[in-house]
């Protein structure tokens, strides 16, 4: 794995001097391994370019006083905020919660979500019968839950999970329902001829066939989750990032704001792409 | 390509051939007020180890008749019996073959055979069975590739193999060689051929080439309007196809019986 990374980025490096790099294709299998290894690094690297052009378009408008700090902190002082948080012991404090409570209301919303897209994909009947139902409740925003949920549930971790359960659960039903629907009906009809029905043509055809589509509704209920995450904690809420956006919007703190707004931009693009590379993995497997 | 099938080596592990009976079969589809019928009073005995093939223009009913027979359709007025007994649902007695492979993209060749194995094989005679498959159709090499990885061909092999998994009584094939290459499927005809000697079961084959119903099957049912004039489709001729297989491509007695033949499927001139 190591030379996967090293080897191209040093390639790279004499490719951009213009020194002549001989053709991997050359070098038979091992070569074209390394080469895309070597693609992979390059496409993360490139994609690094604008987020660091941006940082030092902030630190130079800050630093020619082109911005007061109270409006933009520069990205020195956005650091130092970050660092007397951690020395004292909030920061991780906020980071896990947060994080917490994204995971918690991720799995039980895309659980529930699971559950009733199978039920709704397969059955007729509960098509029928439900699928008005919860076109319905899709179609409620989703922070018109909160005030209900505050006076049923209260303020506290069962409401905010809830609330997040609820951002999670419709990607994950609808991508479901929607590809359970779309199953190949030959691939299905020959598997019933040969005697499969119930629950093994479900475990056999059906389920497979919706792995793909089913992880990409779970990437949508996590970015979902993020979204219902913040908004959970600017109502109510006495940890976690988005209070500490609140919290920093009362105490006129934009250095923490922009630090909040920079910490849920990397925790929630690391929790994505760790989903992405198991979708890559399922579809490589089931499509 | 060509199976080789040396004597004493395959066991004969299909179940005895079943005999088919076609009794009264009626089809139509659409609502009340918009009906088409397809099929009318098709009547026909097929024998055990016999070779039928069903020969029609396209939208005839062909598929229709045969998955009548496999359960997979239920007909609206005549049965089909299989051994006797009618066909009430998907039949175990019976495997099907697809113009498409119609094999999971996601398992390997050797899974999807074992697709077909009947319920009651334990798992290492299964495996044993499948393996012994993909050898008679020479994928044994390819027995870890997924369908997306082989050629066409191998994978309507796969599919054959899936389908005689079954130890079917009654082979029901729709089709099943219809978009493969000319070449491809003549090696087709030749493993179907070669597989039916080793093990005679009862084989249902819908095509609409002439010609492959000339060197495959025992007699050649003819599916079309009739004498009548009504609509939906019956059997329009049922004829015995004459001389042993393997038969010459080129004989007079083949060449007179295609022309007939081309010219109760509308074309003529040939």
């Not at chain 1, 630190?59 to 933009?72: C, D, E, K, N, W």
């Not at chain 1, 779309?182 to 389920?207: P, S």
């Not at chain 1, 792995?211 to 959970?232: E, I």
């Not at chain 2, 299964?126 to 994978?155: C, I, N, Q």
């Amino acid at each position: 794995m190591s030379a996967e990374y090293v080897t191209p980025i040093s390639k790279e490096g004499l490719e951009a001097t213009g020194f002549p790099v001989p053709a991997p294709a050359a070098k038979g299998n091992g070569g074209r391994t390394r080469l895309r290894g070597g693609r992979r690094v390059g496409v993360v690297l490139l994609g690094l370019i604008v987020p660091a052009l941006i940082l030092l378009a902030w630190h130079l408008s800050t630093a020619s006083g082109y911005f007061r700090p109270s409006q933009l902190p520069s990205p020195a002082s956005v650091l130092a905020a970050a660092v007397d948080l951690v020395q004292r012991g909030q920061l991780a404090n906020h980071i896990l919660i947060s994080t917490q409570r994204v995971l918690l209301g991720f799995l039980i919303g895309s659980l529930l979500g699971v559950l009733a897209g199978a039920l709704l994909g397969l059955s007729r009947i509960a098509d029928i019968l439900l699928t008005p139902t919860v076109g319905a409740l899709r179609a409620v925003p989703s922070l018109a839950w909160v005030p209900l949920l505050v006076l049923w549930i209260g303020i506290n971790e069962d409401s905010k999970v809830t609330l997040i359960s609820i951002g999670a659960f419709f990607p994950v039903f609808t991508t479901l329902y929607l590809g359970l629907r779309h199953v190949d009906r030959n691939l299905v009809e020959a598997a019933r001829a040969f005697g499969l029905n119930g629950v093994r043509l479900l475990t056999t055809v059906q389920l497979p066939a919706v792995v793909p589509a089913l992880f990409s509704g779970l990437r949508l209920a996590l970015a979902q989750s993020w979204l219902f995450l913040v908004a959970a904690e600017l109502i109510a809420s006495s940890m976690g990032l988005g209070f500490l956006l609140t919290d920093s919007q009362q105490t006129g703190r934009v250095d923490r704001i922009i630090l909040a707004i920079i910490l849920l931009a990397v925790i929630g693009k690391t929790t994505d792409a760790l989903l992405g590379i198991a979708e890559r993995w399922a579809v490589r497997r089931w499509a | 390509m060509t199976a080789v099938l040396a004597p004493g080596s395959t066991k004969p592990h299909h179940k005895q051939a079943l005999g088919v009976r076609f009794s009264g079969l009626g089809r139509s589809f659409g609502s009340s007020g918009d009906r088409r019928i397809v099929l009318r009073d098709v009547t026909v005995e097929v024998k055990p180890s016999e070779i039928l093939a069903i020969l029609g223009t396209s939208g005839c009913g062909k598929s229709t008749l045969l998955r009548a027979a496999a359960g997979l359709d239920i007909p609206d007025s005549g049965e089909v019996l299989i051994d006797g007994t009618p066909v009430t649902g998907i039949d175990e007695r019976c495997a099907v073959a697809f113009q498409e492979p119609r094999l999971l993209p996601w398992h390997t060749l050797q899974a999807n055979v074992a697709i077909g194995l009947p319920k009651s094989s334990s798992a290492s005679a299964g495996k044993a069975k499948v393996l012994e498959l993909l050898k008679l159709v020479g994928l044994d090499a390819f027995a870890k590739h997924r369908p997306r990885e082989v050629s066409g061909g191998m994978a309507q092999r796969t599919s054959l193999a899936r389908a005689l998994a079954r130890n079917p009584g009654v082979l029901l094939l729709d089709e099943p060689f219809g978009a493969l290459d000319a070449l491809t499927r003549i090696k087709m005809q030749d493993l179907l051929l070669d597989i039916h000697r080793a093990q005679p079961t009862t084989v249902l084959l819908v095509t609409h080439d002439v010609d492959e119903a000339l060197q495959l099957a025992d007699r050649i049912l003819v599916l079309g309007r009739g004498d009548a004039d009504e609509p939906g489709s019956t059997i329009a001729e049922l004829v015995t196809v004459p001389g042993a297989r393997p038969r010459d491509r080129n004989s007079a007695d083949l060449g007179a019986l295609r022309s007939s033949l081309l010219s109760l499927l509308g074309v003529t001139g040939h």
